[in-house]
């Protein structure tokens, strides 16, 4: 089966560019499951119930999230009403929401969808090399497909943990950064992986802001207002070919479009 990850849709230029492309990508490359982080769709900060009802609507069934889940509070009680939003497994327990999500993809295939966050210059949260070991121990044996976003800052926390989970998992794709790295692979047990996916959203920026206002920030050490950048739209992802009988990955290979 073909697993289509779209990297982190960056507020309305991000959302419009995934509306736009997605069914053609879904139709050309047979997609049987998208996935997307949505962590900064709402505005560049968050998500809103409204935005994740738009991204459903278009065709993705599981987005997971990061960091920036917590930016807007109305989505704090969406959680309970929808599973397929994820926020990061890791956060401790209080935290509303989950970070695994299983379901049954297009083609009838069981998978989980596994969204983890890592620890070096991030907020603090549990550990996500355990609480990957934990969610793994507790999938039904028959859930075959496994498809892990990582959201981290460092690329060495993203390939140790690509390691870490190979041979139990069949995808780990980073996030975050939003700039696409060109390392996509096949690790020795058959999880592909990729350091990070890549934003979709507005390119002629600072990892989607204006750039303006980040130079002015980066010269002074003032605080800024950060707006969403709007031009050099492009979508960025990864479409993973996974063994559906053993799990494991039998292609990777990353995804550009623009508009
Ligand atoms: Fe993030």
Not at 52 to 65: D, N, Q, Y
Not at 131 to 160: Q, W, Y
Not at 183 to 192: Q, S, V
Request: glycine share 10%; proline share 6%; hydrophobic share 40%.
């Amino acid at each position: 089966m073909n697993i289509l990850f779209i990297g982190d849709i960056f507020a309305s230029p991000g959302r419009r560019i995934t509306g736009e492309v997605l069914p053609g990508i879904v139709a050309t490359e047979k997609i049987d499951l998208v996935i997307a982080n949505a962590e900064n769709s709402a505005g560049g900060f968050g998500i809103t119930p409204n935005v994740a009802e738009e991204l459903f609507s278009m065709g993705i069934e599981v987005l997971t999230t990061g960091n920036h889940i917590w930016d807007k509070r109305e989505i704090y009680d969406y959680f309970q009403r929808e599973p397929r939003l994820l926020r990061p497994a890791n956060y401790p327990s209080g935290a509303p929401g989950a970070g695994v999500y299983v379901g049954k993809a297009r083609n009838g295939v069981s998978y989980a969808v596994i969204n983890l966050q890592g620890r070096v210059h991030m907020p603090a949260t549990d550990c996500p090399f355990t609480k990957a070991d934990e969610i793994l121990a507790s999938l039904p044996a028959g859930v075959k497909v496994r498809f892990v976003d990582f959201h981290a800052e460092v690329t060495s926390e993203k390939c140790a943990m690509g390691l870490y989970l190979d041979g139990r998992i069949s995808a780990l794709i980073g996030t975050h950064t939003h700039i696409p790295t060109a390392d996509g692979r096949i690790l020795p047990r058959g999880a592909a992986y990729q350091t990070d996916s890549g934003m979709t959203g507005p390119y002629l920026s600072v990892i989607g802001v204006e750039p303006q206002a980040v130079i002015h920030r980066f010269l002074t050490a003032m605080p800024v207002k950060f707006e969403t950048a709007s031009e050099w739209v492009e979508l960025h992802g990864v479409i993973v070919g996974v063994d559906e009988a053993s799990g494991r990955a039998t292609s990777i290979k990353a995804v550009a479009e623009t508009l």
